[in-house]
């Protein structure tokens, strides 16, 4: 829209026609202009529905993979919850057993302790030890 303003009249002077006429020229104009627009938009509107469309479809896909990875997280989740609470348990059996060994360690060095004091522990011989040769002549004799 380049050009100079005018009124109707002054355009309908210059144009040598009734300003009536002028103004029912801008008028028809303007309606074609705007069924042309509307026609340009509803095109893009159908164009973007499809566009629409395809994004709600990657959505939901997009949707399903997520709740996927958050079952499996969940799953994962309690398993490792689960090897958790087994390694406490075991952990704790462990420091039961590690509490009793030491007890009953003490209670062989209070016994060896007073069996020493007393005189009364004679070192048992510790038994011979044989080589492989010695323990196949065993067998030998023995069969």
Known sequence: MDGKWMTYTEAAVRLGVAP????????ATLKTDLERLTAELAGERVGRQGEVELLKGQLVTERERAD???????????????DQEQLAAARAAAD???AELVELVKRLAAI??????????EAEPEPPRRGKLGRAWGWFLRN
């Open 68 to 82: 996927r990875a958050v079952t499996d997280l969940t799953g994962e989740r309690a398993a490792r919850q689960a």
């Open 20 to 27: 009536e006429a002028v103004r029912e020229a801008h008028i």
């Open 96 to 98: 039961r057993a590690t």
């Open 112 to 121: 060896a302790k007073t069996q020493t004091s007393a005189g009364t522990v």
